[in-house]
């Protein structure tokens, strides 16, 4: 049987719950949602839940070590269920793609992203996919670390909930047929969006 680890990566807390960083939170219980997978086990670095859909083994990860370790907790749900890395996804922000691209990748640097570098460093290897969601660079005059830990303004609220819809719909099309035909269906850019494909994430 074919099995999915999405691992959504954000920050605890409630003041972090509308944040930039923690699109990858949206995702997983946008995911655990569809899937009806209540996320109810509880490890101490991680909330989480497993069934199946459509008679594969999925798991839903919210790591609770902060961004900056989330490797930390990957590493541990990865041991204490014995899953290989060919399963896992790790779903994340992106500042280097427009707010509402997606992009699915199969392995690749962390391309300065910390919780990625997080898992990286942990497992020690890179060879794992990835799903980076687009939240839009930061103003010139705004640290990288504080725009982040900002929350999404009201006018982008729309574009946001249509990006955990097309990013949950990514993953389910990565798990029933394949992580090449994900990519090629959900890596475009949206219409009239001029801008090129960002730099280091083509690995």
């Known amino acids: 049987m074919k099995s999915l680890l999405l691992f959504g990566l954000g920050n605890p807390g409630r003041e972090y719950e509308a944040t930039r960083h923690n699109i990858g939170f949206r995702l997983a219980d946008a995911l655990s949602r569809h899937c009806r997978i209540g996320l109810s086990e509880s490890a101490r670095v991680a909330v989480w ?11 839903i990860v919210k790591p609770l070590t902060f961004m900056n370790r989330s490797g930390r907790a990957v590493g541990e749900i990865l041991r204490r269920l014995a899953a290989p890395l060919e399963t896992v996804l790790v779903a994340c922000d992106d500042v280097n793609l427009p707010l509402g691209e997606l992009r699915l990748r199969p392995r690749g640097s962390s391309g300065g992203h910390r919780g990625l570098q997080s898992i990286i460093d942990e497992l020690g290897t890179d060879e794992f996919a990835r799903l980076r969601l687009g939240v839009g660079g930061a103003p010139a005059e705004m ?9 999404f303004a009201p006018e982008e609220r729309e574009r946001v909930e249509e990006l955990v819809v097309r990013a949950r719909d990514a993953v389910l099309c990565l798990f029933e047929e394949s992580i090449e035909v994900a990519m090629s269906r959900f890596n475009r850019r949206l219409m009239g969006d001029p801008q090129e494909e960002p730099k280091g994430l083509t690995e």
């Open 49 to 59: 839940g497993q069934g199946t859909w459509r008679g594969q083994g999925l798991v």
């Open 143 to 151: 640290p990288l670390e504080d725009y982040v830990l900002e929350a």
